[in-house]
């Protein structure tokens, strides 16, 4: 039904940016939440950024005040501007959608953040 395909990791160096874009094929209504979780080697996987159907957002700790997320008016995408990268970064990173009470996930993609 509904696929989830995230695009724009990569390998950067600490202090620069990335932009990450998920888009959503299939049906998808009234998505109530969109956003983006993500992954690192031995550890859980932790919200990084989501946004409602209102436009309300939520942020980790770790990454509030470095990154931004947006959806555009359809709600069929959303993106995740991180700037001033850290190592600690370095993740798998999951797109997510929550439409009712279903939940759907890319994926994934890799971004590393090294010197």
């Known amino acids: 039904q509904v696929q989830l395909g995230e695009s724009g990791g990569g390998l950067v160096q600490p202090g620069e940016s990335l932009r990450l874009s998920c888009a959503a094929s299939?049906?998808?209504?009234?998505?109530?939440?969109l956003g983006w979780y993500r992954q690192a080697p031995g550890k859980r996987r932790e919200l990084v950024a989501s946004?409602?159907?209102?436009?309300?957002?939520d942020y980790g700790d770790p990454v509030k005040g470095r990154f931004t997320v947006s959806r555009e008016n359809a709600k069929n995408t959303v993106d995740l501007q991180m700037n001033s990268l850290k190592p600690e970064d370095t993740a798998v990173y999951y797109c997510?959608?929550?439409?009712?009470?279903?939940?759907?996930w890319g994926q994934g993609t890799q971004v590393t953040v090294s010197s």
């Open positions: 997510y959608a929550m439409v009712g009470y279903k939940e759907y």
């Open positions: 299939g049906r998808l209504f009234r998505p109530n939440v």
């Open positions: 946004v409602s159907s209102g436009g309300s957002t």
